[in-house]
């Protein structure tokens, strides 16, 4: 049932496709443009969450600071927030007229919406939460005793993490990358509030569809079927290369 | 412009019912309005009014982009009601047999510029808004406000130096409101709707933007007395006068 469920929308994809003319419709410029622009600013989100993302994980799972829980809960506004709000908020700090943006845009002349920035920003902003909850929970369930042994045999803070937790957390901060790539890529509500679409620089795969949408339904499904394409077979291909049959994608 | 009179006058001629001048006793029930996003003051005033002159009866709305209804209604969204902010649109819905009459015009709308307060930008007029130094936002082309500001560029022989292509023109209003754009081009509707979030620029190549909105019940109409009473509404002197004070022009 469950199966069904997720799988038959797909199909009903693949059924009302226009094979026909599906040749010309990808062979359009803004396809490619938008594809390219998609599959960097997911990738980068990604690298930026894995960045900022890994180590707020440890403190969520390892610390003892006070306020941890409030901070977890923090952690997951973006995954409950209707991403549109998302964007809005993001506008209220480094728009241009932000908290934030402001002086930014006065002093240096900077501004961020309506940026390739701008996109990967708010696929940050949305994606990232899911790469933290799926390292937290990998941390909570490795053995901390290792870490310990570790530390009992000379092992300074640092290479106790490189050494010891990282590996044995790798599988979780895998599958938490791969979580965080594939919703970013789908992002939708945030990029085109605080991103907005212009092809080339803002017009991400999603927001392409979006507009099909208006014009040709029919080139919307094509589009779809593109990403759905794209998205899969790289992560079929990362399962296979890099992460090994411990991590399902 | 001349294409437009003709489709206009056709489209007047065609009638939707409006002056059949029937019976509206026993309205009653839930009517279902399909309106562009644009309608979405006066339709829900003149939603309350049609309530207060018909006890039992209650007016709901779906306001969104008209081509977005229009694709919800060819999926098969079930409606009373359909209110399009172009003809184009009206023209999806009609073809797939949706439409139980011809279409009724019954208001006009023109491009405005849409400034933050202040005017930070300095816009005075269209060639700001083709200028790649400002930062604008416009409509998609594939929504009708993106394709009449498409007209509007080519009557003056300028090319849109936009920053972004908004979705819907309440987004292209929002990214002023904000500050974030210095300029959009949006509905002269949306600009008095504002209030005194932003300031309006006229300009004169707006006379190519002209777009007509038809109305129309629908075939399938669960509600069609209802349905027809919401037309006889919005087609009336009260209707047209709600129109005209949120900014339409009338045809």
Redesign the interface.
């Given at each position: 049932m469950a199966v069904a469920f997720l799988v038959l929308p797909l199909v009903g994809l693949v059924v009302r496709a226009p094979w026909s003319t599906i040749g010309p419709q990808l062979a359009q410029q803004e396809v490619g443009q938008a594809l390219r622009l998609s599959l960097f600013s997911a990738t980068l989100a990604t690298l930026l969450s894995l960045v900022l993302g890994v180590p707020l994980a440890w403190v969520l799972a390892r610390s003892r600071i006070r306020g941890r829980s409030v901070l977890r809960a923090l952690v997951t506004v973006p995954l409950v927030l209707p991403p549109v709000v998302g964007g809005v908020a993001l506008f209220l700090v480094i728009g241009r007229t932000g908290i934030l943006g402001r002086p930014l845009y006065e002093h240096l002349g900077v501004t961020i919406p309506f940026t390739t920035t701008a996109v990967v920003i708010a696929e940050t902003f949305v994606a990232m939460p899911f790469l933290v909850i799926s390292v937290e929970g990998a941390l909570r369930a490795a053995d901390a005793r290792f870490e310990d042994a570790a530390a009992t045999l000379g092992a300074d803070r640092w290479t106790t993490f490189r050494r010891v937790t990282l590996p044995l957390v790798a599988p979780g901060i895998a599958a938490g990358a791969v979580l965080c790539w594939a919703r970013a890529l789908g992002e939708f509500g945030a990029t085109i509030t605080f991103a907005g679409n212009f092809p080339g620089t803002t017009q991400t795969m999603p927001l392409a569809v979006y507009l099909a949408l208006q014009r040709d339904p029919e080139a919307a499904i094509v589009l779809s079927l593109v990403l759905l394409a794209v998205s899969l077979g790289t992560l079929l291909l990362l399962r296979d290369r890099w992460l090994g049959r411990g991590v399902a994608a | 412009m001349k294409r437009l009179i003709a489709a206009l006058a056709v489209l007047t001629l065609a009638g939707c019912g409006a002056s059949d001048g029937g019976s509206t006793d026993g309205v009653t029930g839930t009517v279902t309005v399909f309106a562009a996003a644009s309608l979405t003051d006066v339709f829900t005033d003149l939603g309350h009014r049609l309530e207060r002159d018909h006890p039992g009866l209650t007016v709901e709305f779906d306001f969104a982009?008209s081509?977005?209804l229009a694709?919800r209604l060819t999926e098969g969204a079930t409606a009373d009601v359909f209110a399009s902010a172009d003809t184009d649109q009206m023209d999806v819905v009609t073809n797939n047999g949706i439409v139980s009459r011809a279409p009724t015009l019954f208001a006009m709308n023109v491009l405005e510029i849409a400034v933050p307060p202040g005017n930070p930008g300095g816009i005075s007029g269209l060639a700001d808004l083709a200028d790649p130094a400002k930062?604008i936002?416009l409509c998609?082309p594939?929504?009708p406000c993106g394709a009449a500001a498409g007209k509007a560029f080519d009557a003056a022989g300028l090319t849109a130096a936009?920053?972004?292509?908004?979705?819907d023109v309440k987004?292209a209003l929002t990214?002023v409101q904000?500050?974030?754009?210095e300029a959009a081009l949006v509905y002269a509707t949306d600009v008095h709707a504002a209030g005194d979030s932003v300031e309006g620029i006229e300009f004169p190549e707006s006379e190519d933007t002209l777009t007509g909105y038809p109305i129309c019940t629908l075939t399938d109409a669960p509600n069609p007395a209802g349905a027809l009473a919401f037309v006889q509404l919005v087609t009336s002197d009260a209707g047209r006068k709600a129109l005209t004070a949120a900014g339409f022009r009338l045809p």
């Open positions: - | 982009g081509s977005t694709s930062r936002a998609a594939e929504v936009p920053d972004t292509l908004e979705p987004a990214a904000l500050g974030e754009v």
